[in-house]
């Protein structure tokens, strides 16, 4: 079992990222883009069902990031556009084992499996 994620780095404010969760060794069902500040709590970003591709943001992220996958790849991008100082944090993706209901998709109790995270600073 493994996600790994990666793309994070250093960008200025209104630059862009995309970040990738490559997941392997199992079958998942929801991919959840998930960060944690210095000095703050892990927040859901965003996250994508596999069944209907269905997608759920964080509200203060929603027009900006745009999540999807690659079902050839088992991979599960994040991409971040417009970014903005607040965003800094590492960025963790996960996933889950069974289906959720909506709902559920931001709800990080839900996740069974998690990768090391990558850490996204934006800044001039």
């Known amino acids: 079992v493994q996600l790994q994620a990666s793309g994070g780095g250093l960008v200025q404010p209104g630059g862009s990222l995309r970040l990738s969760c490559d997941i392997s060794?199992?079958?998942?069902?929801?991919v959840g883009w998930f960060r944690q500040a210095p000095g703050k709590e892990r927040e859901a970003v965003s996250s994508?069902?596999?069944?209907?591709?269905?997608?759920k943001y964080l509200e203060s992220v929603r027009g900006r990031f745009t999540i999807s996958r690659d079902k050839a790849k088992n991979t599960v991008y994040l991409q971040m556009n417009s970014l903005q100082p607040e965003d800094t944090a590492v960025y963790y993706c996960?996933?889950?084992?069974?289906?959720?209901?909506?709902?559920?998709?931001?709800?990080?109790?839900?996740?069974?499996?998690w990768g090391q995270g990558t850490l996204v600073t934006v800044s001039s």
């Open positions: 994508i069902r596999r069944g209907d591709s269905s997608t």
């Open positions: 060794g199992f079958t998942w069902y929801t």
């Open positions: 996960a996933a889950t084992t069974r289906g959720l209901i909506k709902s559920s998709m931001i709800e990080m109790q839900h996740y069974d499996y």
